[in-house]
């Protein structure tokens, strides 16, 4: 019998950071190398385009999985996350 109080395995876990970059959002893809260190690829949310970036430039909204935030956005009196590298 199986216990009832384990957690679930997540067939198809997939965490989503969403970070801003220039005024824009965009989602880092975590499953891509970058070229070299201190880059992120992402794509940003509103075209869908994807670009390689310095990941110091980058202010980290949230990090979601399946939906549901474990990193909520950032408050407007916070002081943002912010990548290191």
């Known amino acids: 019998m199986a216990d ?3 957690p679930i ?3 198809n876990f997939r965490p989503l950071l969403l970070i801003e ?3 824009r959002t965009a989602s880092v893809r975590l499953k891509k190398l970058p070229s070299r260190p201190g880059l992120l ?3 940003y949310e509103d075209d869908a385009t994807e670009a390689e970036v310095e ?3 980058c202010k980290i909204l949230s990090l ?3 939906g549901e935030a ?3 956005f950032v408050g407007a009196d916070a002081e943002p996350a912010r990548a290191t590298g």
Do not use: Q
Request: net charge neutral; charged share 40%; aromatic share 0%.
């Open 55 to 57: 990941a110091i430039r």
């Open 70 to 72: 474990v990193l909520p």
């Open 41 to 43: 690829r992402i794509r």
């Open 21 to 23: 970059i220039d005024s």
């Open 9 to 11: 395995a997540k067939a």
């Open 64 to 66: 979601e999985d399946g």
């Open 4 to 6: 009832e109080s384990a």
